[in-house]
T-cell receptor, first 116, second 116 residues
């Protein structure tokens, strides 16, 4: 079974509008972390935001926020006030357990295009 | 500047010609990992290392070798590359401190490999 599912292969959003990128996950481990990464056309992986499974509040980092719904096992990324520079591939990833060196499991990604 | 470096950034080679992709980090991280990125599949872990002389297979290890003789370096070796190893490769590192609530993985810039 897929551990991380991103159901939107591609999305468009108008500049200055908000956009939500979907991510659902599957784990039986009570301790896990959820990450979002941005990959621009240049290829590097840029860390955006993190949510821990025991965190009571949704994570926020500037224009990025994570809509964490634990019971539904979803961790959607919300980008407010989209900018042209937000056009990129976005990956949701999960790390199970707090242990030493656990791997990241990635979703297939969502390509976001911001229109002017 | 804290960083993970990879070389080469781009490589075109032919089937069967042994190659090595180098990875080096200057953050004194214990944990290092290799991922490959393929369209529609996200990033998948190839091999990882929890410390010097300690390596283990990830999800897609076939056709790859690694070594960890020094803490800072974690080269990826393709003994006999094949076209199905054409991909974008990322090296990543993170601290192995278990008391941290989360370990962000720092990614290298990526190596785009084409095997003809």
């Amino acid at each position: 079974a897929q551990k991380i599912t991103q159901t939107q292969p591609g999305m468009f959003v108008q500049e200055k509008e908000a956009v939500t990128l979907d991510c659902t996950y599957d784990t039986s481990d009570p301790s896990y972390g959820l990450f979002w990464y941005k990959q621009p056309s240049s290829g590097e992986m840029i860390f955006l935001i993190y949510q821990g499974s025991y965190d009571q509040q949704n994570a926020t980092e500037g224009r990025y926020s994570l809509n964490f719904q634990k019971a539904r096992k979803s961790a959607n990324l919300v980008i407010s006030a989209s900018q042209l520079g937000d056009s990129a591939m976005y990956f949701c990833a999960m790390r199970e357990g707090w242990g030493y060196g656990n791997k990241l499991v990635f979703g297939a990604g969502t390509i976001l295009r911001v229109k002017s | 500047e804290a960083q993970v470096t990879q070389n080469p950034r781009y490589l075109i080679t032919v089937t069967g010609k042994k190659l090595t992709v180098t990875c080096s980090q200057n953050m004194n991280h214990e944990y290092m990992s290799w991922y490959r990125q393929d369209p529609g599949l996200g990033l998948r872990q190839i091999y990882y290392s929890m410390n010097v002389e300690v390596t283990d297979k990830g999800d897609v290890p076939e056709g790859y070798k690694v070594s960890r003789k020094e803490k800072r370096n974690f080269p990826l070796i393709l003994e006999s590359p094949s076209p199905n190893q054409t991909s974008l490769y990322f090296c990543a590192s993170s601290s192995g401190l278990a008391e941290l609530p989360w370990n962000e993985q720092f990614f290298g810039p990526g190596t785009r490999l084409t095997v003809l």
